[in-house]
């Protein structure tokens, strides 16, 4: 079954409309997934490991079309603001402790 990458995702209303097709997060659209601080956190995370995978064909291919659709969304830069400052906060919260 080929998997074909939506160029729509190549937007930011695109990225963020799009399901995430695995993960705990499986169906959610991106932008249901970044509702809250724990799920843009999360995001950031999957972006990570996707950067980092080394899957099947297939499952490369999904991975690739989220990537793309997380990079979009991420650089966005209301949301890139946003984690930026969620990320250094969680960063100043781990050196308190």
Do not use: C
Not at 13 to 37: C, M, N, R, W
Not at 44 to 58: P, Y
Request: net charge negative.
């Amino acid at each position: 079954m080929a998997v074909t990458v939506p160029m729509a995702i190549l937007s930011y209303k695109g990225a963020a409309s799009y399901p995430l097709p695995f993960g705990k997060h499986k169906g959610k659209t991106i932008d249901q997934v970044a509702e809250d601080d724990e799920g843009l956190l999360y995001l950031d995370w999957l972006r990570g490991q996707l950067e980092k995978s080394e899957s099947a064909q297939h499952t490369l291919r999904k991975a690739l079309a989220t990537y793309l659709a997380l990079a979009t969304y991420l650089d966005d830069d209301a949301i890139a603001k946003s984690l930026s400052y969620l990320l250094a906060e969680r960063h100043e919260n781990r050196n308190r402790n």
